[in-house]
């Protein structure tokens, strides 16, 4: 049996990364996905937490990536509260639809779990996403520029991983610069 790997991205995964992104991204009218753009620069910033960058790997190469990385939620009052964005989830053409991309989004979100992480967002289809609990995010009070979209944008609250955990944030989630690529 072929065995499956989950684990978190490593200094020598990122030419798989791209490869794996920009198979699963490709378009006829561009030679770099914005996808590929947008980790390679969201990699080094503050937004990144290299424990939520999620690769799975299949007979020992990469075939699939989940990455969680740092948003922040502004209420009406108050104070920023953190929260995560999930995204780009990509898997190699070759590996699609046999459990990959699954399999690596629930990593990561376990991954985040295990860190306290409490509120994740995401802009996708619902018919993917949906497996994992999320739902809209306007029905947890959580706006941004992709509100309009209406179904695809999502968000998900992770089970408490301490007793006595605040409600999650409400309010527009901020998105650092490199996501106004996408
Ligand atoms: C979307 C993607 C990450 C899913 O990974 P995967 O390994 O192919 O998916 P899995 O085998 O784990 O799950 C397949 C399930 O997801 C659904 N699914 C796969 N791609 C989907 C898509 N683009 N939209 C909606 N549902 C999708 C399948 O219908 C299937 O549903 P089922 O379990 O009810 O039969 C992968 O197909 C991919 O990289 N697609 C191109 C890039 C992309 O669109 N990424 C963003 C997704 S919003």
Do not use: N
Not at 164 to 169: K, L
């Amino acid at each position: 049996m072929t065995t499956l790997r989950l684990r978190p991205e490593g200094p020598a995964d990122t030419g798989s990364v791209r490869r794996v992104l920009a198979g699963a991204f490709a378009r006829p009218d561009v030679s770099t996905p914005p996808e590929v753009v947008l980790v390679d620069e969201l990699r080094g910033t503050e937004a990144w937490l290299p424990e939520l960058a999620m690769v799975v790997e299949h007979g020992g190469e990469v075939v699939g990536y989940a990455l969680l990385t740092r948003v922040r939620v502004r209420p009406d009052r108050g104070g920023d509260a953190p929260a995560l964005a999930l995204g780009p989830v990509g898997v190699a053409p070759h590996r699609q639809r046999v459990g990959h991309g699954t399999a690596v989004v629930q990593a990561a979100l376990d991954a985040a779990t295990e860190l306290g992480e409490q509120t994740v967002v995401v802009l996708g289809a619902p018919a993917f996403y949906r497996r994992f609990g999320f739902g809209p995010a306007v029905d947890l009070g959580l706006t941004s520029p992709w509100s309009g979209l209406g179904e695809p944008w999502q968000a998900l609250v992770l089970p408490p991983s301490t007793s006595g955990e605040a409600p999650p944030p409400r309010g527009e989630v901020l998105f650092p610069a490199p996501w106004s690529k996408v």
